[in-house]
Nanobody
Framework: QVQLVESGGGVVQPGGSLRLSCVAS????????MGWHRQAPGKQRELVAS?????IYGDSVEGRFTIFRDSAKNAVYLQMNSLTFEDTAVYFC?????????WGQGTQVTVSS
């Protein structure tokens, strides 16, 4: 069993930046995938970025967001730059360990002027 706890969400103006953090309750092998997904009101949950052996980004965030992990802290981070209104959503941390998907509770990111 793995618990994931996200933090770092909030309200930011367009063009601003935020960094999301996700800490796992136990160590996760660096080869296991960790990632971030988001869900905006009325929309399906979508992949933002994931990282296993290498990072993968959703088309809408590539070049603006960076995912990275710190295995020593059992953590994965999402650096979000050049935020737009369309980035407003609840962001969920996800980890796949032993073919089982684990999810955090989510953290709200709101881009507003």
């Amino acid at each position: 069993q793995v618990q994931l706890v996200e933090s770092g969400g909030g309200v930011v103006q367009p063009g601003g930046s935020l960094r999301l953090s996700c800490v796992a309750s136990r160590s996760i092998d660096s080869r296991d995938v960790m990632g971030w997904h988001r869900q905006a009101p009325g929309k399906q949950r979508e992949l933002v970025a994931s990282i296993g052996r290498w990072p993968i980004y959703g088309d809408s965030v590539e070049g603006r967001f960076t995912i990275f992990r710190d295995s020593a802290k059992n953590a994965v981070y999402l650096q979000m730059n050049s935020l737009t209104f369309e980035d407003t959503a609840v962001y969920f941390c996800q980890a796949t360990v032993g073919s089982v998907d684990y999810w955090g509770q989510g953290t709200q990111v709101t881009v507003s002027s």
